[in-house]
């Protein structure tokens, strides 16, 4: 017997949250993980780097520019070390048992940050994608675009909002880098996501917040038929 199609509860999908600094990916995964658990979806809500133990260490030392390696290559090596952990320990656990995965950066952060805009060959970063993530790709990908002046704009005031009186929150390890570099990331996630436009969806993030929320989920709920509310 088959149920009717009202149903069915959908399948956990692994959705990936990708863009420059600042764009407001971390404020979209938290909107989009309440529209999915208002449907009755179960959620995990993760990030990158970390998501485990071992990889929350690994982010420390990655976003810290006084021990943060250098080379993209020690940088791809070392995401993708916390990424391997970060699925074996949260991101297949949870799809095997139908969640919702939201996860905050993930691979192509590393295809375009250590990559495309840090020269590191693309097949060598393939290889490794190969080895890690295997079959567990994104069945979607959110890509916010912002101009990256606003993106820094952005992240330095959270940063600023976030110190204690008298404290002084530095720009981590990419941050800190020229505009240029941040020129870079943001054609660089464009020209990803122009080479898959199946599993990368992008969107305008100079939008007010709530109206891209709405936007974002009016897409998800297309795109996985779920009930839109
Ligand atoms: N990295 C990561 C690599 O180089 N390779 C890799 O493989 C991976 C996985 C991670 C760093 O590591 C690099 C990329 C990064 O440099 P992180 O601390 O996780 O560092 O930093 P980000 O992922 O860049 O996240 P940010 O915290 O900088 O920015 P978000 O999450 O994009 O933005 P968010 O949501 O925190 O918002 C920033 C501010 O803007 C406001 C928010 O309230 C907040 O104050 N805001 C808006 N303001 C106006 N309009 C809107 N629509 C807004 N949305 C949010």
């Not at 133990?53 to 250098?70: G, K, M, N």
């Not at 600023?160 to 570099?181: C, K, V």
Request: with cysteine; hydrophobic share 45%.
């Amino acid at each position: 017997m088959t149920e009717s199609s009202d149903t069915v509860t959908p399948r956990g999908q692994f959705i990936t949250f990708e863009g420059g600094e600042g764009t407001g990916k971390s404020t979209q995964v938290a909107h989009l993980a309440v529209r999915l658990r208002a449907a009755g979806l179960t959620v995990t809500l993760t990030r990158e780097p970390g998501g485990s133990a071992f990889a929350e260490r690994l982010r420390a030392i990655i976003l810290d520019q006084t021990v943060a390696p250098t080379s993209p290559l020690a940088q791809a090596l070392s995401f993708y070390a916390a990424r391997a952990d970060h699925l074996d320990v949260i991101i297949r656990p949870a799809l095997a048992t139908n969640q919702w995965v939201l996860c905050d950066r993930f691979a192509d952060s590393t295809r375009v940050y250590q990559g495309a805009a840090g020269g590191l060959d693309q097949a060598a970063l393939g290889a490794l994608d190969t080895l890690v993530v295997g079959d567990t790709q994104p069945a979607l990908t959110i890509l916010l675009d912002l101009d990256p002046k606003v993106g820094l704009a952005r992240a330095d005031r959270r940063r600023q909002t976030a110190a204690t009186p008298g404290a002084f929150l530095r720009a981590d390890t990419f941050e800190g880098r020229h505009l240029e570099f941040h020129q870079r990331l943001r054609d660089g996630f464009l020209a990803l996501a122009k080479s898959e436009p199946h599993r990368i969806a992008i969107f305008d993030a100079f939008q007010n917040e709530l109206v891209l929320a709405d936007q974002i989920w009016r897409h998800v709920s297309a795109r996985f038929r779920l009930a839109a509310s």
